[in-house]
């Protein structure tokens, strides 16, 4: 009996490493796919909230009031990132948005949703394998999720006015019941369990984690499928305008780094993802919920380029290290 748990713990394992190792192919796969089988897939589209609810519910088991608190911790950190993310990026995507589509554009609106909607996930799981400094990025990816139904809205409100209309209200409660609701539940399980909750259901809750994003983007790449397959030539052109937001992003977050002096590069990848990864599948559920599939474009095809994005940079951070590793041995 014991060699069978055994083994059905270590199947479980091997599955999410399988999902960890291939992410940044599952993603636009499922999207090329949703695009293609749009038809059977739609009357799946009403449960996206709640599978989007299971991966934050499972991020919150993950951390408890010490990984949330680190983030005040470093108040300064904390507050710079946030001023770069939500501050300076949507600014950055207001004004090149603005320059090629016109303020009111529902291009524009996807570019900005792309900078505001709140911090990836998924950056928790390349800091770790780039051997980085995870519970920074779990502290800023979590209270960042938890000021997400004040900011999205509050930003969005700020930029456009009533050049786009969508309900704020409505907004801010379904980013608690999909973000902050989940997330809390699982810190209050961690701290009742003492940590041990997440771990002791690894081999089913992370599998179950990755499927649940990976079905998220599925079904949302389903329900704009008709309008994508529409696209004209203008969709090249804000695909390199994606491309090149997604890139800043990175570089703003790396160059923020040193703005804070600390030993080896850790501290660079870390910021690094930060900046340029955000909660994509959030933003698709919010664009196709408040503004419609043209929105959802830009959001798209940031999904497109974030996780070959970040499989650059992580490239990039082991050269790096490489090096590094290679100068002290000379020294």
Same mark, same amino acid.
């Given at each position: 009996?014991?060699?069978?748990?055994?083994?059905?713990?270590?199947?479980?394992?091997?599955?999410? =490493?399988? !999902?960890?190792?291939?992410?940044?192919?599952?993603?636009?796969?499922?999207?090329?796919?949703?695009?293609?089988?749009?038809?059977?897939?739609?009357?799946?589209?009403?449960?996206?909230?709640?599978?989007?609810?299971?991966?934050?519910?499972? +991020?919150?088991l993950?951390?408890?009031?010490?990984?949330?608190?680190?983030? !005040?911790?470093?108040?300064?950190? !904390?507050?710079?990132?946030?001023?770069?993310?939500?501050?300076?990026?949507?600014?950055?995507?207001?004004?090149i948005?603005?320059?090629?589509?016109?303020?009111?554009?529902?291009?524009?609106?996807?570019?900005?949703l !792309?900078?505001?909607?709140?911090?990836?996930?998924?950056?928790?799981?390349?800091?770790? +394998?780039?051997?980085e400094?995870?519970?920074? +990025?779990?502290?800023?990816?979590?209270?960042?999720?938890?000021?997400?139904?004040i900011?999205?809205? &509050?930003?969005?409100? &700020?930029?456009?006015?009533?050049?786009?209309?969508? =309900?704020?209200?409505?907004?801010?409660?379904?980013?608690?019941?999909?973000?902050?609701?989940?997330?809390?539940?699982?810190?209050?399980?961690?701290?009742?369990?003492?940590?041990?909750?997440?771990?002791?259901?690894?081999?089913?809750?992370?599998?179950?984690?990755?499927?649940?994003?990976?079905?998220?983007?599925?079904?949302?790449?389903?329900a704009?499928?008709?309008? %994508?397959?529409?696209w004209?030539?203008?969709?090249?052109?804000?695909?390199?305008?994606?491309?090149?937001? %997604?890139?800043?992003?990175?570089?703003?977050?790396?160059?923020?780094s $040193?703005? $804070?002096?600390?030993?080896?590069?850790?501290?660079?990848?870390?910021?690094? $993802?930060?900046?340029?990864?955000?909660?994509?599948?959030?933003?698709?559920?919010?664009?196709?919920?408040?503004f419609?599939?043209?929105?959802?474009?830009? %959001?798209?095809?940031?999904?497109?380029?974030?996780?070959?994005?970040?499989?650059?940079?992580?490239?990039?951070?082991? @050269?790096?290290?490489?090096?590094?590793a290679?100068?002290?041995? @000379?020294?």
């Amino acid at each position: 009996m014991n060699r069978k748990i055994k083994f059905d713990r270590n199947v479980g394992l091997i599955v999410n =490493d399988w !999902f960890e190792r291939y992410m940044y192919l599952l993603i636009p796969s499922c999207l090329v796919l949703g695009v293609l089988c749009s038809e059977p897939l739609l009357p799946f589209v009403p449960y996206v909230p709640w599978m989007f609810g299971l991966v934050t519910f499972i +991020m919150g088991l993950g951390c408890g009031r010490r990984d949330v608190m680190g983030a !005040f911790r470093q108040p300064v950190l !904390f507050a710079a990132v946030f001023i770069l993310t939500h501050i300076i990026s949507p600014i950055a995507a207001y004004g090149i948005g603005t320059l090629l589509f016109g303020a009111g554009s529902s291009y524009t609106a996807g570019l900005v949703l !792309f900078t505001i909607i709140p911090l990836g996930i998924s950056s928790v799981l390349w800091v770790e +394998m780039a051997r980085e400094s995870v519970p920074l +990025m779990l502290a800023l990816v979590v209270m960042d999720s938890l000021l997400s139904p004040i900011v999205v809205p &509050a930003s969005l409100s &700020a930029m456009f006015g009533a050049t786009i209309a969508f =309900d704020v209200w409505a907004m801010l409660l379904d980013l608690l019941w999909i973000i902050v609701v989940p997330t809390a539940a699982g810190i209050c399980i961690y701290e009742w369990s003492g940590g041990k909750a997440k771990a002791s259901a690894a081999p089913v809750l992370l599998p179950a984690s990755k499927a649940a994003f990976v079905g998220v983007v599925l079904l949302n790449a389903a329900a704009i499928g008709p309008y %994508v397959r529409a696209w004209g030539s203008e969709a090249i052109g804000l695909f390199f305008v994606v491309l090149l937001l %997604v890139a800043v992003c990175y570089a703003l977050g790396w160059g923020l780094s $040193f703005m $804070f002096k600390r030993s080896g590069t850790a501290i660079q990848g870390t910021l690094g $993802f930060a900046s340029g990864m955000r909660n994509i599948s959030l933003g698709l559920v919010l664009a196709m919920r408040y503004f419609g599939p043209e929105t959802a474009v830009a %959001v798209v095809l940031a999904i497109l380029i974030q996780q070959p994005a970040a499989t650059v940079y992580h490239a990039i951070l082991q @050269k790096i290290n490489k090096l590094s590793a290679g100068q002290t041995e @000379k020294g």
